[in-house]
């Protein structure tokens, strides 16, 4: 079935420090993918819906200029935290449709980075 | 965003069958309903969608109402596997694969041995 690689699945870096986080469509390809952070004991929030190609859609509330993504090919997507500080750490997770463009396809998760900002 | 209603917490007993209930009273008819789960530190998980028939796949089932405000995903036989937290979530179809998915806080399902 359809894979979504993250990697790393765990980081920790001084503040300050840019964290880099990879997300990959292992068997189909993803022209929408999206990231989603979740802090202890809550639920996913959507962050941005990343399109190859082209610039992403951050949510309200989201710094774009902090959080940088990128959709440079149909199966891959990163995610970097620029100057990251404590309140940044958090368990990100990046999602992708499922092989097609149409709503009744189901979304693949990947396995999550933890971050730890020292 | 069309919300979804679920119970804080759920209790089972293994191999026992479960029932988890959803309310959406404010579906729409393009809404699709998904079902994840996700275990502790790891991603979500896909269960189960449908839009207006029941649903059956190797996982679970999903019941959908008549009037599609309300939903229950069944799990036939309750593993100690399936201890996570369940969310079910409308997906608006009309936004094809940029369509988001907005998770709720789920119902957290313990299995009893």
């Known amino acids: 079935g359809a894979v979504v690689s993250q990697h790393p699945s765990r980081v920790i870096c001084k503040s300050g420090t840019s964290v880099k986080i990879e997300c990959r469509s292992l068997?189909?390809?993803?022209?929408?993918m999206f990231w989603y952070r979740q802090f202890p004991k809550q639920s996913l929030m959507l962050m941005a819906t990343s399109n190859e190609g082209s610039k992403a859609t951050y949510e309200q509330g989201v710094e774009k200029d902090k959080f940088l993504i990128n959709h440079a090919s149909l199966t891959l997507s990163t995610l970097t935290v620029t100057s990251a500080h404590p309140e940044d750490s958090s368990f990100y997770i990046c999602?992708?449709?499922?092989?097609?463009?149409?709503?009744?396809?189901?979304?693949?998760f990947g396995s999550g980075t933890q971050l730890s900002v020292l | 965003d069309a919300k979804t209603t679920q119970p804080n917490s759920m209790e089972s007993n293994e191999e026992e069958p479960v029932h988890l209930p959803c309310n959406h009273s404010?579906?729409?008819?393009?809404?699709?309903i998904h079902w994840y789960r996700q275990l502790p530190s790891q991603g979500p998980e896909y269960v189960i969608h449908g839009l207006t028939s029941n649903v059956n796949n190797r996982m679970a089932s999903l019941a959908i109402a008549e009037d599609r405000k309300s939903s229950t995903l069944i799990l036939h036989r309750a593993t100690l596997r399936d201890a996570a937290v369940y969310y079910c979530?409308?997906?608006?179809?009309?936004?094809?694969?940029?369509?988001?998915?907005?998770f709720g806080k789920g119902i957290t399902l313990s299995v009893r041995p």
């Open positions: 404010t579906i729409s008819g393009t809404d699709y």
């Open positions: 979530i409308l997906r608006d179809g009309r936004g094809g694969a940029n369509s988001k998915l907005t």
């Open positions: 068997d189909f390809q993803a022209t929408t």
């Open positions: 999602s992708a449709n499922g092989g097609g463009s149409r709503t009744n396809e189901k979304l693949f």
